[in-house]
């Protein structure tokens, strides 16, 4: 788990220096650092994420690389589906909400369409629907 967490920090620190731009295997992709709280420990945690811009907001997919669980950051999330997160340079206060029916379908096809390594976690996920995040700016 420890490399998973290097990763992530590294990952982090080059997204904050370079406004939001990161190299390696998300060169091009939007990315997004989502801020939340551990459910149990009350930990503060920031995950890179890849995102996918949205009309009023952003959506991110609960995909933890088509393992048969949920990532952790998801159930945080429900748990307290209000956070901040950071887009380029920005900070924004979001409210958070999971999509569901046409809207996650839409959604979800669109991410697959962009980024076809999200249909191959699909595929390995076992029949486990992939849950899509919606990221509205609150207030």
Known sequence: MSDVVDFNQQVIAEFRANGGKVGGPFEGAPMILV??????SGVERVNPLVSLPLEHGWA??????????????YHNLMASPRTTVEVGGDV???????AHG???ERIWARQKELNPGFADYEKKAGGRVIPVVVLEPAG
């Open 102 to 104: 046409e809207e996650r």
């Open 35 to 40: 801020h939340h709280r551990g459910r149990k």
């Open 60 to 73: 991110i997919f609960a995909s933890k690389a088509g393992a048969p669980t949920n990532p952790d950051w």
């Open 92 to 98: 924004v206060e979001v409210a958070v909400r999971e």
